[in-house]
């Protein structure tokens, strides 16, 4: 996926001015989160407008996607308003701690794709560093923001590495988020952890837990992989 554009069934990513290219990942996040037909969304890091657009195709609500790098905002807004999506997306430049010191509401699904890297090499591009790694926003910070912006009743999805997924959580617990469900990616059957999305709310319930292989042994895709992200992808 390292174009410099990404065609879906039904919008176009462009990502010349993007630190961070549409990923594998990214999809999987952004057809994985679920919200009701006219919720209200907030998607925090925006990098291409990815999730936002692909959370528009299945939704009525309005969708606020705030992005602190300028030229990742501004591709993400060209690419928003090229969609069939534009009236209801909206893109904002600035950090997500000054947007939650004046968000004027909260809203029903925050979904985030966050920096995780916290003891790694950073890279020597300054904008794809901090779009990597965590000193960008902390897990501390975003934990906080989401249990200052997230409805009584609403959920919050994020993706990490399965080792961050776990420190996240102890993060989370101290704000008064709950995992209520973990989606667990491999590459492939019987290989280690990819990723792990997990669902967060207010109120603690019983953690559901799901398995999603995206490759099989001839390394075409699963079948549930396809199903997934058929509503997306043009060849499957």
Not at 30 to 43: E, M
Not at 59 to 83: F, P
Not at 105 to 110: A, G, Q, R, T
Request: charged share 20%; aromatic share 10%.
């Amino acid at each position: 996926m390292g174009n410099n554009f990404f065609q879906f069934k039904q919008f176009r990513i462009n990502q010349d001015g993007a630190a961070m290219k549409v990923s594998t990942e990214g999809c999987l996040l952004g057809a994985i989160a679920t919200c009701g037909g006219d919720a209200s969304v907030l998607d925090i890091g925006s990098g291409t407008g990815l999730l936002a657009l692909m959370i528009a195709q299945r939704t009525n609500g309005k969708i606020t996607s705030v992005e602190a790098d300028g030229e990742a905002a501004a591709q993400a807004l060209r690419n928003v308003e090229s969609s069939p999506w534009r009236e209801r997306v909206n893109i904002v430049n600035a950090t997500i701690q000054v947007f939650a010191e004046e968000a004027p509401e909260c809203f029903d699904m925050i979904v985030s794709n966050p920096p995780f890297y916290t003891n790694y090499v950073p890279s020597d591009d300054v904008r794809r560093k901090l779009a990597m790694h965590t000193y960008s926003l902390s897990m501390k910070d975003l934990a906080a923001v989401v249990g200052k912006l997230l409805m009584p009743e609403g959920r919050f999805y994020v993706i990490y590495p399965a080792y961050e997924a776990g420190l996240f959580a102890q993060t989370a617990k101290l704000q008064g988020l709950h995992p209520l469900e973990n989606h667990i990616i491999r590459n492939k059957e019987g290989g280690s952890i990819f990723r792990m999305i997990t669902c967060y709310a207010k109120t603690e319930a019983k953690t559901t837990q799901s398995e999603l292989v995206i490759r099989d042994d001839s390394n075409a895709y699963t079948a549930a992989f396809k199903k997934l992200l058929a509503p997306y992808y043009l060849n499957l």
